[in-house]
């Protein structure tokens, strides 16, 4: 199988991460603020994708509902880099006040330091995690000129197929890649730079299959261009009941997206109950629950805690199925 030539997409401004990493230590000192009068001013949420993209509009969504409780403006601030990196290592190395929060992605706790270097990791446990968002499960879609039904003709193949990814170190890229390697298929593989270009490239043939986010691949899935082979979730998604899993194709490729909302390391108690509390509230009311719905994403809202214990979980078992199948994620093999 081909490997993917570049690592430029997530370390692109690899120089910059490690500059930013020497601030992202000792960010509690000087926290002399007084919380009973958080929040202060304007709390700022950055994302480390650029605007448009899922994560985004996640974030967007979920700041428009907390700014009402909160009673400040919560201006989304887009900081794209490094798979979301520079982003969550600035805003690390902020007062730990509540001012400044993070939209994280567990791809870049999960999956990313199995590409980079382990100064240019993001570590979870620099950063306190206020509350888990939802769960943005991926699908192998197949162009409708691939002669794909099902994922059992892919694997009775008996040849070289095409298939694009969204990119390096990312969930698309190791679900995929690990499919392949249990399935025993033979691949040439086409990473893009988000999943908007690889369903643009299946849907022209130019490459038989991708595995791209379901929120981007259901409108065409729903229109019949583009025809869905299996999700890769623990379940089956509610939003494709008809499609089977990756697990119950007998596969072990348990991958997903997960999003949750992060402060810098030493935040006060009493501003993080505000904050989760101005969540949760977000996470009742109809507007949020219908952009959800829109975007076919699954409420994952559990507590920080759940939200570390389970991303270091799912660290861990995609670290051992990239040893056990040898799989490099960063074109180093």
Known sequence: ?????????????????????????????????????????????????????????????????????????????????????LATKEVAGKPADGQELILLTASLITITPLAVSADEAVNI??????????????????????????????????RNVTFGTTGVGTGSQ??????????EVQGTDIPFDSGKPALTAVLGNQVELATIQLGEAMPQIEAGKVTPLLVFSEERNTFLPDTPTAKEAG??????????VAAPKGTPQEVKDKLLASFQETFKSDAYKEFNKKNSLTPKEISGEEVVAEWKGYAAKYKELVEKYDISLNGSK
């Open 125 to 158: 446990d620099d950063l306190d995690i206020i509350a888990g968002l939802s769960q943005d499960d991926y699908v192998l879609v197949a162009s409708t000129q691939s002669g794909f039904k099902a994922f059992k003709d892919v694997a009775d193949a008996g």
């Open 251 to 260: 596969y072990d490729v348990p991958v997903a997206q997960y999003r949750a």
């Open 174 to 183: 190791l679900a995929q890649t690990v499919l392949f390697k249990q399935a």
């Open 1 to 85: 199988m081909k490997h993917f030539p570049t690592r430029r997409s997530i370390l692109g401004a690899a120089s910059a991460v490690t500059l930013l990493a020497l601030t992202a230590c000792g960010n509690v000192a000087g926290n002399t603020s007084d919380s009973s009068k958080y929040p202060s001013g304007p709390v700022n949420l950055s994302v480390g994708q650029a605007a448009g993209g899922s994560t985004d509009l996640i974030a967007r969504a979920l700041a428009e509902g907390a700014s009402k409780t909160l009673g400040q403006p919560m201006p989304v601030v887009n900081k794209p880099g490094a798979n979301g990196a």
